[in-house]
């Protein structure tokens, strides 16, 4: 009954509503009491709509401020422009609800609070937090808008809910507001994630949408950019999670990442394996291709011709990992110009799959053999790829590797053969310039576009200007 009750309602927000504007001098003239809801919206759902709703029906306030949080400290959230975009998405029909000016965004609450109050005459300015937020959370807000605002405004979700009211919001006037229909974040990612079929559909219906917990226009910037592809859907940063990102980020700081993931690949290494079991038939494994974090590769005949076949090891996730980059290989095959190789099959539970066997070379002996000399067309394919990458990193958490030994030169094409993500803390290169020298770095060869040193030689000794 929730959700009907819910599906009934959200047809008729969207057609109550006007129009929601960036909140400036000019657009806040009536707005003498502003309550300011600050969180990730990563998406922004019906459930931060109706917490708005509940506060200017239920309590005197005029108006609403959405105030997406940067970077915030308690979760792993989506690039701040993707989220600032949905948050346009679903407010662009809104009266009385209003986001900030991209410049805007930069400020902390606490500044952002001091600026508004200097904005036209004199107005009250209240913090909204909800009653579900974790302890930790809750400190950091009370720190970001310690001094700020006038008040603070706890929403509670449903009725008979207790909400407990921390000391620290206690020296100030405070409002309690029943929020009657809630609809979290983490549920609109984490039906993403268990419909993913939308994302490679090329037209979805409007009623395929979870329209319940979203607006419609903000489902579709989902499928379009891949949000959520290949996760889980939860990004709130456990204590281990937390200490994993600060080791992570920190050895990436300092050059360590790689080196240490490759010790880690080593130390690792599962026994190479001479056959498998697949639906009860046995195949041999002709020749072990390498080792990873998360499985092994190998080449074998499938369907009277070779493959290849990852097969997870023991370490925890690892056939999530290789679920994640099925899907992530699937999309760039369908909406980017990088090419992975074609899944021909792959086990529910992501303890194998196989794919289409890439001859050619590694990009590293391509580099080695030509001594730094990139073929254009080569070259075109690689810069493609790599914009396509920076593009795809902006606005999503996807970070492509696109190593020396990860990309491969066949028939004159370029692929990347895994496409598993590496870790978001790990920092790549943000230019097709940046990534050349990294080329350079790990096959200390020196690349030269215009042409190969053995080439630059013999024009030299022939007096030929290059």
């Given amino acids: 009954m929730k959700a009907l009750k819910l599906l009934a309602l959200a047809p008729l927000l969207l057609t109550v509503h006007s129009f929601a504007k960036v909140f400036s001098e000019e657009n806040i003239k009536n707005c003498k009491k502003i309550a300011i809801v600050a969180g990730t919206y990563d998406p922004f759902t019906y459930g931060h709509e109706y917490m708005g709703k509940a506060i200017i029906e239920k309590l005197p306030f005029d108006c609403v401020v959405y105030l997406p949080t940067q970077d915030p400290p308690h979760k792993i959230a989506s690039p701040f422009q993707t989220r600032y975009e949905m948050l346009e998405a679903a407010l662009k029909d809104k009266p009385n609800y209003f986001y900030p000016a991209q410049e805007d965004t930069k400020l902390s609450p606490k500044a952002y609070v001091e600026k508004l109050k200097t904005l036209g005459q004199q107005k009250e300015v209240f913090a909204v937090l909800g009653s579900d937020l974790s302890p930790q959370t ?46 979290s974040s983490t549920q609109a990612r984490k039906w993403f994630v268990q419909n993913d079929d939308v994302y ?36 709130t940063r456990s204590p281990a999670r937390i200490l994993k990102t600060a080791v992570t980020s920190g050895l990436d700081k300092v050059g360590l990442f790689h080196p240490l993931r490759e010790i880690l690949v080593n130390k690792n290494k599962q026994d190479v394996l001479t056959e498998i079991v697949i639906d009860g038939k046995t195949y041999p494994l002709k020749k072990h291709l390498g080792s990873g974090l998360t499985a092994d590769a190998y080449i074998f005949e499938f369907e009277g011709q070779n493959h290849v076949i990852k097969i997870a090891n023991d370490r925890p996730r690892s056939g999530f990992a290789i679920a994640q980059d099925v899907k992530i290989g699937q999309w760039l095959n369908q909406k980017t110009s ?24 590694s990009l590293g002996d391509y580099l080695q053999k030509n001594n730094g000399y990139i ?15 920076i593009k795809l990193s902006k606005k999503t958490n996807i970070k492509l590797d696109l190593s020396v030994d990860n990309l491969k030169i066949w028939n004159g094409k370029v692929y990347l053969i895994d496409a598993g993500p590496i870790p978001a803390d790990v920092k790549h290169p943000m230019s097709y310039d940046e990534f050349t020298k990294r080329w350079s770095g790990h096959t200390k060869v020196a690349i030269n576009r215009k042409c190969s040193n053995a080439l630059k030689v013999f024009l030299a000794r022939n007096q030929v200007t290059p």
């Fill in 200 to 235: 490679f559909a090329k037209d979805v219906p409007a009623e395929r949408y979870p329209n319940d917990i979203l607006n419609p226009e903000v489902s579709k910037y989902i499928k379009e950019n891949g949000l959520y592809l290949g996760t889980d859907g939860v990004t």
């Fill in 138 to 183: 809750k400190m950091y807000y009370i720190n970001e808008f310690r001094l700020g605002p006038d008040g603070y405004i706890v929403t509670g979700r449903g009725a008979g809910e207790k909400v407990e009211i921390a000391d620290a919001f206690k020296n100030k006037p405070l409002h309690v507001v029943e929020v009657p229909e809630s609809y």
């Fill in 338 to 361: 990088i090419k992975v190789p074609d899944v021909q099959a792959m086990d529910p539970q992501g303890k194998w799959k196989i794919t289409t066997l890439v001859g050619g070379e």
């Fill in 375 to 389: 073929e254009p067309h080569i070259e075109k394919q690689l810069r493609q790829a790599v914009d396509d990458m």
